[in-house]
Structure formats: C-alpha cells, structure tokens
C-alpha cells in the first residue's frame, strides 16, 4: 500500500509550509479544494500527520535508523561528511575511539541503503565495520526530505512491516489503523482492548 501522487505533492508543500490553507494546497498541486480536504483527513486519520502544525511520523513511511561504524585513517569529520553531500539521510557522525565513526542515517528502503554503503566503500581510507538498525521510539525527524517521484510504503500499525495490496482496516477513537493482515489487527485489538482495560480498572 503506497502513498498515490497527490498525497505526496500535499506532504511536500505542508512540510514546507504547515499554514497553507486547503485552497491554497489546491492551487499549487494542481487539483480541487475537496480532494485536498479528503486526503488531508485520510492523512490525519492514519496518523501520518499531526496537529495544525504539520508533523510527520516517519516510521508510518517506513524511515528507520541505521548505524554505520566505520575505520577511517586520515579523514576528519568533514571529510566524511562531504561524501553524503546533497544527502540529507545523514543525521550525525560520533567520533570514536581511535580512528572509529559511528554514523547514523535515516532510510526507508533498501536502495538507499545500497547507495549509502556503496558511497562509503568507493572511498579510500573508510572501511565499514558494521551496519545495524535501531527500533527506538523516535518518529519525528525534521527536515527528511520527500520525493513525489520515489514511492513511500505505508506501514503495518502492528509489525512495521510494509502493507502489500489491500490493508487490514480498522478504526478506533477517530483513526484509521492499517495492517498487513488480519492477524495483525486481531493481535493489535487483542492489545488495545487489555490496555484499555488496564487505564479503565485505575
């Protein structure tokens, strides 16, 4: 399940200006008031965005994070950081001990993690040590570019895992939750309801 043309074109301009009114979304994309209106709460309702004030929850795009922890003799920071130029995967780069860097990026698909690998082995002097990816609960990281042009799998509410076909559906106070399977949404509901349970027996 991905993202279609106009939903991407409204999380490109909100992310560039989160006032714009529906109107206004409207003219620069290119199509009417109401379908604007109608993807914006498809958006919201998924969870995707956030408030008046637009924030994007980039684990529901599939963005996670990755560490690379790399030898490189000779080279500064800088230099490192030249190498993700025009990249804004690249988040932070830690200095280790001795000649050691751990680097962390933020990539939604196996392409970009190709292309982070391959840019930092045509280097001379770095050498990947080891490549990991973290599950932590971060979601909101700013300024991660969108592309209209690369598409963006929506993710399983329950396993993370991209959806493929049609979704699993189901809705709860006011938001739409989306699965890969039945499996998964029987499983989430399962731990809803005894949360709920939990905060309604306090």
Known sequence: ???????????????????????M????IDVSTPTVSSKIEKLENMGIIEGFRVEIDHRKLGFQKYFFKIESEGKTEEEIREVFAGSERLRQIEKLEGSG???TLFINDFSQLDKA?????????????EVWRTQDEESKIPNIPLDENVPLDITCYYCNK???????????????HYFCCS??????????????EKWSGE
């Open 1 to 23: 399940m991905k993202l279609d043309k106009t939903e991407m074109k409204i999380l490109i301009e909100l992310q560039k200006d989160g006032r714009l009114s529906r109107r």
């Open 25 to 28: 979304l409207a003219d620069r």
């Open 101 to 103: 860097f751990l680097l």
């Open 117 to 129: 690998t391959e840019y930092l082995e045509k280097e001379d002097g770095i050498k990947i040590k």
């Open 162 to 176: 991209p959806i493929k076909g049609e979704p699993e559906k189901w809705k709860k106070d006011g938001k739409e």
């Open 183 to 196: 499996s998964c949404a029987d499983l989430y509901e399962e731990k809803y309801e005894k949360i709920k």
